[in-house]
């Protein structure tokens, strides 16, 4: 955004994460919609029959209060739900049970790390609510355009969501996509959800102005619909673009909500925004205000597992390993803990995490199974490791073994002893192989003697396919030069 120092970005973030319990936040159906038949996860209470009363799912409270604690927020012992009234047709009840005046936490903080630093992002508060249902439009794209008349399917009605928003202390859209990023990671590593922004685990509005010169902000406007880290990224580069050129035209911004259009890459004003007054919120009459006890807090705060900016020190601290390894390990909770088998079963640090980035990320990809689901465990990858390292195996030979592992489910030193892999050192065997090499490739040697070191490597390509990549070409290299130089 060099082109704009005078104007700047100025975004909060309201954050929806759907909680991965297995029923609902207010009665006992499944949350498992995905695929289900329409409406078949419904009973009277999500569906917003008359007579019907909610009973708040303890879970869903548990799993709230350990992202509340993730985010450092400040636990209100007491809390409360409100109705959100408005009517649409994916909401049955024409109102949503929401919090509002007493969240259930407020006032955290998250450290993010940018590229100009650690930058701390405020977080306003944490409240939990229901999700709505969803409306589905029988076009090709599923989209609403061109559709004749729409369906509603009530399965997600009542899902459990927590809500998070944070100050506007972001300032650009690659913060906002790194802080999304990592909120994610936190949920993930929390158990609490599957933070998938795809299937709609993880949804992301976004508030954004523009701070002028002298100071001041514009009004400003929120997208909806980002359902990806770059939707999010190019929504918010487009918009702020969209309103520095208002604002050099002399035009007023005005305050509303704004549709991200994923093809056109462009937003669209789709109705001026609500203020807080038109919900005409009131509390809840059919639930009881909460009251958390301090020893659930206490015992949720114990309970909470490392979180991801936990697991980055330690990594730092205790391996030393580089930025973009500890980028690439802490990524998932699930590839940090199978790194962490990996050490405890004796490999070396660094080597594991130069494996895990190159090989079995390599592998993963291929396969479409994630490092840890790929069938080599923590204590097979280990061995495998260490017998390179005693360069008992030579690195392509480490390489074929892994994907015979995942094949065979075997050990590598089973499998170096089935398939006679072992390193060849032998160096009466691989002076003979040099010999042979030498007196079969007399030109390739002759543009070695006159300098073309690069020669070399076709001769030690030669050998290595003479011993199926079992010799140790550290070894074999030096053995070529030695009887190059001083033939027999
Ligand atoms: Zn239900
Ligand atoms: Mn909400």
Redesign the pocket.
């Known amino acids: 955004m060099g082109a704009n120092i005078e104007y700047s970005p100025v975004i909060g973030l309201e954050i929806?994460v759907q909680l991965s319990t297995k029923s609902k936040l207010f009665c006992s159906c499944s949350t498992d919609y995905i695929g289900a038949e329409p409406n078949s996860n419904t009973c009277p209470v999500c569906l917003g029959l008359p007579g019907s009363l909610p009973v708040l799912n303890k879970k869903a409270l548990e799993y709230a209060l350990k992202i509340a604690l993730g985010l450092n927020c400040k636990i209100n012992n007491f809390t409360r739900f409100h109705r959100k009234n408005y009517f649409y047709p994916d909401l049955p009840k024409a109102y949503q049970i929401?919090q509002y005046d007493i969240p259930l936490a407020e006032k955290g903080k998250v450290e993010l790390l940018t590229k100009n630093g650690e930058k701390t992002i405020r977080i306003t508060r944490a409240h939990m609510?229901e999700d709505a249902g969803k409306l589905v439009h029988p076009t090709k794209t599923g989209r609403l355009e061109g559709a004749t008349y729409s369906l509603v399917d009530y399965n997600r009605a009542g899902v459990p969501l927590v809500?998070i928003v944070t100050e506007p202390d972001i300032s650009s859209p690659q913060e906002a996509k790194e802080f999304v990023s990592l909120l994610r990671q936190l949920v993930r590593y929390l158990g609490v959800s599957d933070g998938d922004m795809e299937k709609g685990s993880l949804r992301v509005d976004a508030n954004i102005s523009v701070r002028l010169p002298d100071g001041t902000t514009t009004n400003k406007t929120e997208v909806k619909n980002l359902n990806s880290l770059k939707a999010l990224e190019k929504a918010l580069e487009y918009e702020f673009k969209r309103q520095v050129k208002l604002v050099k035209e002399g035009k007023e911004i005005i305050r509303e909500t704004r549709h991200w259009d994923d093809k056109k890459e462009e937003t669209f004003g789709m109705r001026s925004k609500e203020q807080v007054h038109d919900y005409r919120y009131f509390p809840e009459p059919d639930l009881l205000p909460i009251i958390i006890p301090q020893e659930m807090i206490q015992q949720a705060e114990k309970d909470l597992p490392e979180l991801p900016w936990e697991a980055k020190q330690r990594l730092k601290d205790n391996y030393n390993l580089n930025d973009e390894e500890i980028h690439v390990l802490t990524e998932r909770a699930e590839l940090l803990n199978y790194f962490d088998q990996v050490i405890k079963h004796g490999a070396d640090p660094h080597k594991a995490a130069s494996w895990i980035k190159s090989e079995l990320l390599g592998l993963a990809n291929e396969k479409g199974k994630p490092v840890w689901e790929l069938g080599i465990s923590p204590e097979n990858f280990a061995e495998l490791l260490n017998l390179h390292e005693k360069k008992e195996i030579s690195t392509p030979i480490a390489k074929e073994l892994l994907t015979k592992i995942i094949e065979t489910q075997k050990t590598p030193s089973q499998l170096i002893k089935e398939l006679g892999l072992k390193q060849l050192d032998d160096e009466d065997l691989l002076q003979r192989l040099a010999q042979k090499v030498i007196s079969e490739n007399p030109k390739t040697v002759e543009q070695y003697k006159k300098g073309k070191t690069k020669s070399l490597n076709f001769l030690v390509g030669q050998i290595m396919k003479e011993t199926k990549g079992r010799a140790n070409p550290q070894k074999v290299r030096e053995i070529l030069i030695k009887t190059i130089e001083n033939p027999e």
């Open positions: 929806h929401s609510e809500e």
